[in-house]
């Protein structure tokens, strides 16, 4: 059972939760898209729901929220090292169910694997999630064949239609915020597609002898090395680190670790000058591999959750989930 709210009533109570959270939602940002004439749609802090973009897909994933594309780990000096303080607040994110399936693969990486990652750790223990649903599928959007389509890993679960926002909170921390009356009561279900025009199939008998295949050649020649796909996969988590000095004084400064890519030269170079996956091709390999093949191996369920937003961003139009259907032939090919 939910509940239904007028918008203005719903930013009223928004408001107030805002005293103690950080909102976070898809907005869309005009002009700010790839060309002048064009939109992009970001994640960003709100005030209002109406700000929030319900009908379209987000150009980036929220991942940027509690992995910061640049985030400083501690300050030093010739005697100290300094902790950077955390900002007090809770954070709220208003996500698919597709990302919500992601935190799932970064929770896996950064907590349970071995050791636990402070950093991440500080950020994602603040963390609530607002479901957004999905009444239609997007382009190149494949979550129903990567099982990310549907979810119940959520805090609330908000859609707006006309002038009400309708409300199925299941947290009683954010419950307390809505005091709404009982005649307000309504029926509220999320909203899950449940196919996509784009399917995928990752072959039953995948394995590492598909590396040897000659599918893998083309992607030398179509592929830049430009990044984006991982900058704006939801599940990727590779970064670099940086030292940055002061210039008054080349003792001090702070260190970052910033946002890498397995794609774009230079990120598998060793000391000594070794480097492995030079050829655009083996990095193509390795992260369709790891994405389907390598992850699930060791977790049991897939790193990719179908977002197609690697197809959405990509300036060669290489399209993921075609790659991933030709291991078929590819398997028949090494087999």
């Known amino acids: 059972m939910g509940f239904k709210l007028k918008i203005e009533k719903f930013d009223e109570y928004l408001e107030i939760l805002r005293h103690e959270y950080k909102v976070y939602a898809p907005v869309k ?3 700010k898209g790839t060309f002048t004439d064009t939109d992009t749609i970001r994640y960003q802090e709100i005030k209002s729901i109406e700000e929030v973009e319900f009908d379209l897909k987000s150009s980036f994933s929220p991942k940027e929220i509690i992995l ?3 985030q400083t780990l501690f300050y030093f000096t010739e005697k100290d090292c300094i902790e950077p303080k955390f900002d007090e607040k809770k954070i709220l994110i208003f996500l698919r169910s597709c990302d919500v399936h992601s935190m799932m693969r970064l929770d896996e990486i950064y907590l349970r694997n071995g050791n636990e990652d402070y950093y991440y750790k500080t950020l994602r223990e603040k963390v609530k999630f607002v479901l957004m649903g999905c009444s239609v599928s997007f382009e190149n959007c494949f979550c129903a064949s990567m099982g990310s389509n549907k979810t119940e890993d959520y805090d609330m679960y908000n859609k707006i239609q006309g002038d009400e ?3 199925n909170c299941k ?7 809505f005091n709404e009356d009982k005649d307000c009561e309504v029926e509220v279900e999320p909203e899950f597609v449940q196919t996509n025009e784009i399917v ?4 039953e008998n995948l394995d590492q002898r598909v590396n040897k295949s000659k599918m893998w050649d083309e992607y030398s020649q179509r592929c830049i090395a430009c990044g984006r796909c991982n900058f704006v996969c939801c599940t990727c988590t590779c970064f670099t680190m940086q030292d940055i000095l002061y210039k008054e004084n080349k003792n001090v400064g702070e260190r970052r670790r910033v946002w890498a890519s397995c794609q774009v030269d230079g990120y598998s170079d060793m000391a000594g000058g070794h480097g492995f996956r030079k ?4 990095r193509m390999r390795f992260k369709i591999m790891h994405k389907i093949y390598d992850f699930k191996k060791r977790t049991g369920y897939h790193m990719c959750v179908g977002c197609g937003r690697c197809d959405d961003i990509c300036p060669e139009y290489i399209s993921f989930s075609n790659c991933v259907n030709k291991l078929n032939k590819a398997m028949d090919e090494v087999e």
């Open 279 to 282: 050829d655009k091709k083996d």
């Open 29 to 31: 940002l005009r002009g």
């Open 200 to 203: 995928v199939t990752i072959p």
């Open 68 to 70: 910061p594309i640049t």
């Open 165 to 167: 926002v309708f409300v």
């Open 171 to 177: 947290s009683e921390e954010l419950m307390k915020y």
